[in-house]
């Protein structure tokens, strides 16, 4: 029941300080309620190292260098990818042995390479598959193992190979691929040699290599051992794997490649014949497969070869007649042995029926003349009937075997036509034979009938029907052949109607619409060349009045930066330093030569000498005259340094000297020293004089600063900053806590600088960032309201995203453990110092014996544990060390801050002037306040106060070490509560 665990904890605390007899017990309800079921899992996850609490031990998958998670201090780290570890409390993670790994952070135990994969190194955080020819068959493999002969394995990651399939072999160990045997042989499975390929049986094959030797199919065969395909044999028709093929034919039946074929009816072979021969005129054969013809009966006749029967004919009176005779009456022919008419479409001629002529026609059989076709219609040879000319064609005559097409420039729309129309204006046909014409496109016209092209609209003109063109309107303009005008490009216009092009817009105009037909004047402040569709913004360097083709150039001693200009005016005088030597400049050729200066205008770099008693550096825009305490009794100087300083404790009363004689003695002021050969100087940053003519400056104590040259006095630091020595220049050699605040997010706006607490913040804070040191921020006055925490170990926040707080409304400074060290600091993780107390460079902690225990980098501390020194040091070399000059904390030392939860001072005596009891011991008083659950409150080994129980006392106490302790078990401690009026931070 973990949510009343807190309740059931304080009323324990409060218990076991006033009753003996009760802490006992309330101590065995404790350890009861804390008791706190674990779920097993697999991994530690991030989530899980962030939710632990101070001097939790650190969970399975996860090490710190104590085993323990201190706080900012030395906090659980999970375990490396190749790394896990099993058990709670651990200093390190254990790597992976080959065969296993893990690939991600936090496991507990390391897992197995699956079948087919392998590692062979310590700490691994993958497994890699076995290479084609190889297999690792159990899971954890360390080593693939190779494919033995005969078999082979064609993927990576494999749990086994493969046996080598018919027709292939594999004599070697560890192959991805078999052998083939070649075509027309084959070989067992598995086979290990090329010598198990053997040739494939008479009546089998293998046609190709690599496969098994199959038996010829039905028609066909093999009479040859290794073959690699078989032979045609119709003759076969249910054998597979047939060696040999046998043929013959009998009568009526001749070969036809391995097969007989018969003789078809009105042919017939003998035996041994190898063609089959048409019957005789005279003669027939009505059967497939005839070894005879028979002749033709009588009463019949047959007059061709390859008869399949005779046609009758009265008149023969014997066998065998090719032919037969008969007289028929006019239209009418002999066929098969009787008179016929002719056939509609034919007439009789001599005995014969003759197809009609083309143009002729014959409607009904047994004609004996054919008829003429009719104007508008047509025939062709053999024809029953005349067929009507198509439209697009005509016939003006009688009896013709075709129709005449339309001439071009004509169209027929009407079948049977005997005459053809003209195109009509605005239309056109160009080829014979049309059906009706085509309207002239775009652009072109026709005025007359029967045209066969159109004409094109001329240059400047568009059509504006098919009969007719007119001029292109003004802003427009077109080619030949124009359907319609185009108007004239940005840039350019066309004045006039029927233009054939468009000009460009005159220099100094422009034209910035399409189709115009006049130009705009360009205005003041740009410049339009020829063709031009905008105005173009004058340069830098030159000036446009209206109407400009071009920028006029500012003349020389003056200069303009910007773009637009329209007058003059708006060209500028040369700034003063510098010289303007052409014309059109946009900027200032250059500085003025040293030795010379130029006032605002000048046009050279030597424009005018620099007087006597005065010096001008390059860009000089008026003399420098010589600083008091010298002179110059030359024209043309160049620097400070050609101002001879005035002999020593003399002085000018002015600038400008021109000669030695206006040097008169004078007295040092305080900020200054007196040097014996330089005469007065100033003090430097971090020293001072007050009085006058000082022999020396002295150096800021301790605790103070001066960042200005001729002081009189030094700065005191913050009251929370200390410096390490005399002699500090500046506030950032203060050491101690800054924190800066911005009006704007991502630190923008107006930022400042604080150094101490701040009880009322009287500006908006959008973003802030703590430069060294620790704070505390509250969204009220005061240090009220919501609070949280921030260091310089932190990047700068925008407020919103920081807690809770929605504004900044005071903060204060936290100095404990930072800029100063508490109990030896093993805690203190300051950075204030890297050096030692003799002044040598610390080495980084990684590099020595405590790297496990120590926080990184080369930073003062006392990280060995239980064997702790007096105070923070560091390693000088890797096996020498020394003290540093870290200053011991005095709050929470010598007296207590908020309710004494960070006290480390060494009282060990109550109000009532009694001994404390160890707080590690049950004797006289038991209690729970043990090391290490409440090492957070600084209880240990010990008796000095502390106050463990900040939830229900605001200040350090102790158990009474004496007998009278089961009547009065506790007492506060006589320790003064700590302000800055009684009490110093820091003590060295």
């Known amino acids: 029941c973990p949510e009343i665990v807190p309740e059931a904890k304080q009323w324990y605390q409060r218990r076991v300080r006033d009753s003996v007899s009760q802490t006992v017990k309330m101590r065995s309800l404790t350890v009861f309620l804390l008791l706190v079921v674990s779920v097993a899992s697999q991994q530690t996850t991030p989530d899980d190292i962030l939710s632990l609490e101070d001097m939790d031990e650190c969970p399975k998958g996860s090490w710190a260098p104590s085993g323990i998670h201190m706080l900012e201090i030395e906090e659980c780290d999970l375990c490396s990818a190749g790394e896990a570890n099993n058990d709670v409390a651990q200093e390190s993670c254990t790597s992976c042995s080959p065969g296993t790994y893990t690939d991600d952070l936090g496991f507990w135990e390391c897992k197995k390479c699956p079948a087919g994969r392998i590692n062979t190194e310590d700490g691994s955080d993958q497994c890699f598959d076995c290479e084609a020819g190889q297999y690792s068959p159990v899971e954890g493999g360390t080593s693939c193992d190779k494919c033995l002969p005969g078999h082979h394995q064609d993927q990576t990651g494999s749990a086994g190979c493969k046996v080598c399939p018919k027709g292939t072999y594999q004599g070697l160990e560890g192959q991805a691929q078999c052998d083939q045997c070649p075509a027309g042989t084959s070989s067992p499975e598995q086979s290990t040699t090329a010598d198990s390929c053997i040739d494939c049986e008479a ?151 003759v197809a009609c002529a083309a143009g002729t026609f014959s409607s009904q059989a047994g004609s004996s003349s054919c008829d003429l076709c009719s104007t508008g219609h047509f025939s062709s040879e053999g024809a029953v009937s005349c067929e009507v000319c198509p439209a697009g064609q005509y016939q003006d005559k009688e009896g013709q075997a075709l129709c005449e097409d339309c001439a071009a420039g004509y169209y027929g729309d009407q079948a049977a036509a005997t005459t053809c129309t003209k195109c009509s204006a605005g239309f056109y046909n160009p080829n014979q034979g049309q059906t009706s014409c085509t309207e002239c496109p775009a652009g072109t016209i026709t005025d007359n009938e029967g045209q066969l092209a159109c004409q094109e609209c001329d240059a400047g003109s568009y059509s504006i029907s098919s009969s007719k063109c007119e001029f292109c309107a003004p802003g427009h303009f077109s080619d030949d052949m124009a359907a319609v005008c185009d108007p004239c490009d940005v840039g350019s216009y066309a004045p006039n109607a029927g233009s054939i092009g468009c000009s460009p817009a005159e220099a100094g105009s422009y034209v910035d619409e399409k189709g115009a037909s006049e130009t705009k004047v360009c205005p003041a402040g740009s410049y339009c060349p020829e063709g031009s569709s905008v105005p173009i913004d004058c340069k830098a360097g030159n000036y446009c ?103 020593e404790g003399k002085e000018t009363s002015t600038e400008a000297a021109t000669s030695a004689d206006q040097c008169k003695d004078i007295n ?108 505390e921020l509250f969204d009220q006055p005061n240090y009220k309201g919501f609070h949280t925490k921030l260091a310089d170990r ?41 050096t030692s107390k003799s002044g040598k460079a610390c080495i980084d902690w990684s590099k020595t014996p405590l790297k496990r225990k120590a926080a990184p980098g080369n930073s003062c501390q006392n990280p060995d544990g239980t064997r702790l020194a007096p105070k923070p040091f560091c390693y000088i070399s890797e096996t020498e060390t020394e003290e540093c000059d870290v200053p ?66 605001n200040r350090p106490w102790c158990f009474r070490d004496n007998w009278w302790a089961i009547i009065t078990t506790w007492a506060y401690c006589d320790i003064p509560k700590c302000s800055r009026d009684a009490f110093d931070f820091y003590r060295f």
Not at 552 to 571: D, M, S
Not at 920 to 933: A, L, R, T, V
Request: proline share 8%.
């Open 203 to 353: 009546g089998t094959y293998s046609s190709s290599a690599g496969s098994e030797c199959l038996k010829c199919p039905i028609g066909e065969y093999q009479d040859v051992a290794g073959s690699t395909s078989c032979k045609p044999c119709p003759s076969n028709t249910d054998t597979e794997g047939a060696k040999e093929c046998k043929l013959s034919c009998p009568e009526g039946q001749v070969p036809e490649g391995e097969v007989c074929k018969s003789c078809n009816a009105g042919s017939y072979a003998a035996l041994g014949d190898t063609v089959c021969s048409k019957c005789a005129k005279g003669s027939y054969s009505n059967i497939d497969g005839a070894g005879t013809c028979n002749p033709c009966p009588v009463k019949t006749y047959g007059p061709e070869e390859g008869l399949t029967e005779c046609k009758p004919c009265d008149g023969n009176d014997a066998e065998g007649q090719s032919e037969c005779k008969i007289v028929c009456p006019a239209g009418e022919i002999v066929q098969d042995g009787a008179c016929v008419p002719c056939p509609a479409g034919e007439y009789e001629n001599e005995g014969e029926c």
């Open 888 to 953: 011991a904390c005095i709050w929470d030392m010598d007296c207590y801050t908020d309710n004494g939860v960070q006290y480390r001072g060494h009282k060990g005596v109550n109000l009532e002037d009694d001994s404390c009891q160890d707080w590690n011991k049950d004797f006289p008083i038991i209690h729970g306040y043990h090391s290490p659950e409440y090492s957070w409150a600084g209880v240990g080994s010990h008796t000095y106060c502390r106050n463990p129980s900040p939830e229900s006392e």
């Open 545 to 647: 009045p209206e109407g400009s083709p071009a920028g006029a150039p500012c003349p020389a001693g003056t200069y303009n930066p910007n773009t637009g200009a329209a007058v003059i005016a708006e060209c500028l005088a040369c700034d003063a330093g510098s010289y303007c030597s052409s014309e059109g400049q946009s900027a200032p050729t250059g500085l003025c030569s040293a030795g010379y200066y130029c006032v605002e205008g000048s046009t050279s770099p030597q424009q005018n000498l620099s007087p006597a008693g005065h010096y001008a550096p390059a860009g000089s825009s008026a003399p420098t005259p010589c600083p008091k305490s010298t002179y110059n009794p030359l024209a043309g100087s160049v620097s400070v340094s050609d101002c001879t300083p005035c002999p």
């Open 668 to 775: 040092c002021v305080p900020g200054y020293y007196r040097d014996p050969a330089k005469g007065c100087q100033i003090c430097p940053k971090g020293q001072f004089s007050n009085v006058e003519n000082a022999v020396a400056c002295r150096k800021c104590p301790k605790g103070q600063y001066n960042s200005q040259e001729g002081a009189v006095q030094c700065m005191q630091c913050p009251v929370t900053s200390y410096t390490w020595s005399v002699g500090t220049d500046s506030l950032d050699g203060c050491i101690g806590p800054v924190i800066e605040v911005c009006t704007g997010e991502d630190m923008t706006g107006n930022c400042y600088r604080y150094y101490d607490n701040n009880p009322a913040v009287n500006t908006t804070i959008k973003s802030v960032q703590v430069i060294r040191g620790e704070f």
């Open 794 to 834: 932190h990047v700068a926040h925008n407020v919103e995203e920081i807690g809770r707080l929605n504004h900044i409304g005071s903060f204060k400074v936290i100095l404990n453990d930072v800029f100063c060290y508490l109990d030896q600091g093993w805690k203190f993780r300051g950075s204030v110092r890297k």
